[in-house]
């Protein structure tokens, strides 16, 4: 199919299901940005960069859809770096796109110029910069699916001399992995080792979220009759019921007779 860069950039992720984007309008994708209420993407304007970045982080965690982050250059990248850090500690799969200097220039010290892959290396999963503008949907497809795989923010650079290319392209396939459920034998071996456990303890953390196994957790932790408690920054991990439970000073005898 022979389309301009930025059609072959919105299309791939109208195939992977993003139809949400946080940041700034900038100059440096505005190509893209034109084509978003067609496109049936809805761009939200937030008033930081910073702060669109958590609400996409929020947006997804929330809906279970992967949404993406897009700043302008130079500071705009910079005040990322807080919510893509934080994104990669919830394990929150996020597209990340950074704009770059045109291909001419990289390195000269252009305008608001700043070494955005390094700044970013350390917090997402995947990061590439489109060299070509023929290879922008192969790129765009390998990082979605690579945040999706690692549940993580994925990095694409692309220079602005990039947008505005008319090229022919075929949209690249999405190879999508089942989630594993697991060996019959390991199934059978943790089974064992819960039923024998005096004072067995549950900790829940992203795997529950993302896996949607909360309401299977929760049978579980009944059944062992077993607290519950979550990771770092999961509290959603698992319901908070804590207003059902008697107060500390009404609890009489040790902890496994109150249980």
């Known amino acids: 199919m022979r389309m301009t860069t930025e059609e072959a950039f919105v299309k791939t992720q109208q195939m992977h299901g993003i139809a949400h984007a946080f940041g700034i309008i900038g100059s440096a994708f505005m190509p893209m940005s034109d084509l ?9 304007d937030c008033a930081r960069q910073g702060s669109g970045g958590m609400m996409a982080d929020g947006y997804t965690r929330a809906s279970g859809r992967i949404s993406r982050m897009i700043v302008q250059n130079g500071p705009g990248v910079t005040n990322l770096v807080t919510a893509v850090k934080t994104a990669c500690w919830n394990h929150t799969p996020l597209l990340l796109v950074t704009p770059q200097a045109a291909n001419k220039t990289i390195g000269m010290g252009g305008f608001q110029e700043v070494e955005r892959m390094t700044l970013f290396a350390d917090m997402v999963a995947w990061q590439e910069e489109v060299r070509d503008p023929s290879r922008v949907a192969e790129v765009l497809n390998r990082l979605i699916l690579q945040a999706k795989r690692a549940s993580a923010p994925a990095q694409i650079n692309m220079p602005r001399d990039c947008w505005t290319q008319v090229i022919d392209i075929d949209l690249p396939a999405m190879v999508e992995f089942e989630r594993p459920a697991g060996g019959e034998d390991a199934i059978r071996q943790a089974a064992a080792l819960l039923s024998s456990a005096k004072f067995p303890v549950i900790l829940n953390g992203a795997g529950v979220v993302l896996a949607g196994a909360i309401p299977a957790s929760m049978a579980l932790a009944e059944r062992l009759s077993a607290p519950v408690c979550v990771g770092y920054q999961h509290n959603d991990a698992f319901p908070d019921r804590t207003r059902c439970l008697p107060a500390p000073w009404a ?4 902890w496994p007779q109150w249980r």
């Open 36 to 44: 978003f209420p067609r496109a049936g993407i809805a761009f939200w």
């Open 251 to 254: 609890i009489t005898g040790p």
